[in-house]
């Protein structure tokens, strides 16, 4: 019997054996068909994805884009314009107010140039009343207009007069301004802008002063309700719009002056986007809505292709990323450009140098460039610190751009200049310094950057500088007269056009009113 047993006791464990592999690989077969299944899933919902935010392009035709272009090899680096549209089609008439059957128009564009290193960048912003040369376009029958010299900028996007606009004339008018080879063109509409700003969660801005409907609309009879209170505050969707397309309710009401706050913006929500992060997680829900209402060259005209350029981006510092206006005067009621400073402009690009000023971040990262200058001998200010001074400039004369030139001086002496603009009225003689309460010393110490101002003491907090007719922008040094290639009405323009340049990370209260 015991014999038997030990004997019969094998095939037993043998046959459990087996029986158990069979139930394992019963059990496995289950799960690896829904882990197939999940997989399967996984990848089909990708591609509908990525085929939606395909759908969701729109692309211009190649056709209209000139066939005499500058060399792409001439060029180092990359070149994207960005052109924003205030077309009423597509449900903007709802946020921008207008007729939709209105002509599509370009409402602000930049140039940006990604230098070859990925680490730089630099938008020239183009006003829309500049004076151009606009090149031969395509009309939507086919034919090309002939070429018109003299014409506002933003006439370019108007050519064909359809509602969508024109964005290959727009494109190919800046190639010949620049002379650069544009690599892709960005179309973003009312409603594309106010989808960005949502999915970001808002985008911080500042206001020198409480603003109203009549400053957004100067055809309104009275005020209206207030839109935005003085002071830093985060705005999205239609306020953030609304905030880019005020014009005359802050500083010399110019559209140089919008530039300016559409730069502040721009570099806020550059931020918030790099803040969140550059990855696919972060950045496919801000692809979504962006190409809902986008419309872009064919070279862009995939979700991928459009998702791999915002990933080349992604180290591109903040403080590297610089704003700019191509350098003008006034001609009229228009702008000139202003040449050889334009044409320096365009050069340094073009062979993916830093303009001006700007080289001093590149001489710092990757040995181009000269450096900043502002340690040599005879800068205005450099004896004068304003670390931790905030301080707002009035421009109290009648001649136009002072305010931004005192403020450069006393950025580079370290103050923070959270407001520019135009006093209350014009006219004042002499240059004062008014100061609130406990704010003496902070006084005495901006009088040091401006011996000759007199002193004031009043009831309302803060510290103003305002100037008067016995400043002219270079008495306190070099740098005060070298404030952004700008001038007053029918004057000459001054400096370099980089002098100007604001900062991706600057302090979005700082520099915002021309005037």
Known sequence: MTTTDQQATPPRRAGHRRSG?????????????????LIVLATAGVGWLYLRLTGNIDTFSADGISDDRPDAAASKGENVLVIGSDARTGGNSDLGGGDKGDVGRSDTAFLLHVYADHRHAVAVSIPRDT??????CRLPDGTWTEEQSDTMFNAAYSVGQTAEGNPACTQNTVEKLSGLRVDHTVVVDFKGFASLTDVVGGVEVCLPQDLYQRDLNPNRATRGKKLFDKGKQNVSGQRALDYVRIRHGIGDGSDIGRIKRQQAFMSGLLKKIKDDGFTPTKL????????DSLTVDPGLGSADKLLKFAMSLKNVDLHNTRFVTIPWRYEGSRVAVVEPDAGDLWASLKDDRAPADAEGDKDEDNGTGTGTGKDDEGKGGTEVSGEGIDVVVRNGTGTTGLAARAAGTLEESGFTVTATGNADRPGHATTVIQYGPGRKDDAETLAGLFPDAGLESVDED???LLLGDDYTGDDTGEASGKRGGQAGQGGEASGAPADDARTADADPCSDLSYG
Do not use: D, K, Q, Y
């Not at 690989?25 to 799960?31: E, F, Y």
């Not at 496919?284 to 190409?291: G, I």
């Open 462 to 464: 803060g510290l103003v």
């Open 131 to 136: 004076l151009v040369t606009i090149p031969p």
């Open 284 to 291: 496919l829900p801000l692809a979504e809505a962006a190409t």
């Open 21 to 37: 592999r069979r139930r394992r690989r019963g059990r496995l077969r289950p799960a690896l068909a829904i882990s197939l299944s």
